[in-house]
T-cell receptor, first 115, second 114 residues
Framework: GENVEQHPSTLSVQEGDSAVIKCTYS??????FPWYKQELGKRPQLIID?????GEKKDQRIAVTLNKTAKHFSLHITETQPEDSAVYFC??????????????FGTGTRLLVSP | DAGVTQSPTHLIKTRGQQVTLRCSPK?????VSWYQQALGQGPQFIFQ???????QRGNFPDRFSGHQYPNYSSELNVNALLLGDSALYLC?????????????FGNGTRLTVT
């Protein structure tokens, strides 16, 4: 089955710096890669996703890159702000023709942005 | 537009007891998935329901069962509770006809087994 590894487990940056979180996956058939942000005591919220037919996607300060050959994908946050502090999870999914998918999550990265 | 709602928010049970958790999907969604999130870990897939049938299942024992109703709401049942079942249980909804439809999560039910 699919396995997702995520690094680093914790990341501390100064406000305004960039942050990069990396994930690798094992199943080359996986075709959907979302990123979730989870603040303490709250629900995971989708912040960006990428499909296997795209190499990069950007949304304001957030970008995700995908390298299918190496089976890894990364989240990039530029100009970090204190409100970016949270736990970030990557995930991978194999979506069958049936339309059903299940996400396999990484272990999470705790991002702390200091003012 | 109501998002995914779960009840109760917190629950304390004793080992060996049974528990039922409830979920109402986001308006317009027809597929419900359940995830278990242990403290400090990523969510783990339990199972998924569509048209009142279990469609996929993760590596969870038969003590974990579910149900989906015609209005798309869903329940997660756990029998013979173990201390290790203590976790945040997350419900997520999506729309089956949209390939890779993003999952929308509820706030979860925090279950404590003593």
């Amino acid at each position: 089955g699919e396995n997702v590894e995520q690094h680093p487990s914790t990341l501390s940056v100064q406000e305004g710096d960039s942050a990069v979180i990396k994930c690798t996956y094992s199943d080359s058939a996986s075709n959907y890669f979302p990123w979730y942000k989870q603040e303490l005591g709250k629900r995971p919220q989708l912040i960006i996703d990428i499909r296997s037919n795209v190499g990069e996607k950007k949304d304001q300060r957030i970008a995700v890159t995908l390298n299918k050959t190496a089976k890894h994908f990364s989240l990039h946050i530029t100009e970090t702000q204190p409100e970016d502090s949270a736990v970030y999870f990557c995930a991978a999914s194999l979506s069958m023709n049936t339309g059903f998918q299940k996400l396999v999550f990484g272990t999470g990265t705790r991002l702390l942005v200091s003012p | 537009d109501a998002g995914v709602t779960q009840s109760p928010t917190h629950l304390i049970k004793t080992r060996g007891q049974q528990v039922t958790l409830r979920c109402s999907p986001k308006s317009g969604h027809d597929t419900v998935s359940w995830y278990q999130q242990a403290l400090g870990q990523g969510p783990q897939f339990i199972f998924q329901y569509y048209e009142e049938e279990e469609r996929q299942r993760g590596n969870f024992p038969d003590r974990f069962s579910g149900h989906q109703y015609p209005n798309y709401s869903s329940e997660l049942n756990v029998n013979a509770l173990l201390l290790g079942d203590s976790a945040l249980y997350l419900c997520a909804s999506s729309l089956r006809q949209v390939i890779n439809s993003p999952l929308h999560f509820g706030n979860g039910t925090r279950l404590t087994v003593t």
